[in-house]
């Protein structure tokens, strides 16, 4: 890859890393209302929780081939040569890690979502719902808390 292909790639699958992203924590911060009303209206539900997991899917891909493709090589030596190295040791590999399980629990709370509405009565398992889904946006913020720490921390030379 060239340099014009390195500088013209690097913003778009950030761009779309994090706007998948975003979306996707949007999504299930939509569907944890939805699921807060009742009666519980199936097609937003089912609308919000399948846009929050293909958001972050997507974003997982863009983030996951702009890691492979640009970060190792790229951004983690900067990281790693400045005065802030725990920053890659620390914050990206947890990152890395909470990401990787971020999908199967956004699948979980969309599968909730898909239940019918006396099976999820019958279940009794609306708290439960409620956490799972909070807890599944509240990751994505946390994960984008993480990101924009990694981002300053390149920006600013490796913490130099």
Do not use: C
């Not at 807060?36 to 899917?57: D, E, H, N, W």
């Not at 040569?81 to 969309?110: C, D, Q, R, S, Y």
């Amino acid at each position: 890859m060239n340099l014009v292909e390195i500088i013209t790639a690097k913003p778009v699958l950030i761009g779309l890393h994090l706007g998948f992203a975003i979306l996707a924590i949007d999504a299930f911060l939509w569907l944890l209302g939805e699921m807060s009303q009742t009666p519980r209206k199936s097609r937003r539900l089912r609308l919000a929780a399948l846009v929050g997991v293909i958001g972050y899917i997507v974003s997982w891909l863009a983030g996951g081939y702009y890691y492979v493709k640009f970060y190792g090589a790229l951004v983690k030596p900067i990281i790693k040569a400045g005065e802030a190295p725990w920053v890659h040791n620390i914050i990206m590999e947890t990152k890395e890690h909470i990401f990787l399980f971020i999908i199967p629990l956004a699948v979980t709370a969309a599968l909730i979502a898909w239940l019918k509405e006396e099976d999820w009565q019958l279940l009794n398992i609306r708290r439960p719902s409620l956490v799972l889904t909070g807890f599944v946006a509240g990751l994505g913020l946390l994960i984008g808390l993480m990101g924009f720490i990694i981002s300053a921390t390149v920006r600013w030379g490796g913490g130099a």
